[in-house]
């Protein structure tokens, strides 16, 4: 092999080499990344996804249930005056 050709394997060697090395600190990098967001948002009184669904089904049901004893409440109320009228 000539002089030319043996500098031009070494030469992509490095780039191989340098493309490699690239991979690798960018994968630390992204790693170091998400342990730092992840240690500021544990420190954050965040809930989970399905803390959050839990939540929300009760406060549904709560609110169905609140309806239901409005519509009640206003029908006793309703007798209420009748019988208030009536005794009068």
Not at 36 to 54: A, G, L, Q
Request: hydrophobic letters at 45%; glycine letters at 4%.
């Amino acid at each position: 092999m000539s002089k030319k050709e043996f500098l031009k394997e070494d030469l992509l060697k490095l780039i191989g080499g340098t493309g490699s090395l690239i991979t690798v600190l960018m994968e630390e990098i992204e790693e170091r990344i998400k342990l730092r967001v992840e240690k500021v948002i544990s420190k954050f009184d965040i809930v989970t996804k399905s803390e959050f669904d839990i939540v929300l089904s009760m406060a549904e049901k709560a609110r169905k249930e609140n309806e239901v004893l409005k519509r009640k409440l206003i029908i006793l109320e309703k007798q209420i005056i009748i019988i208030s009228k009536n005794k009068k």
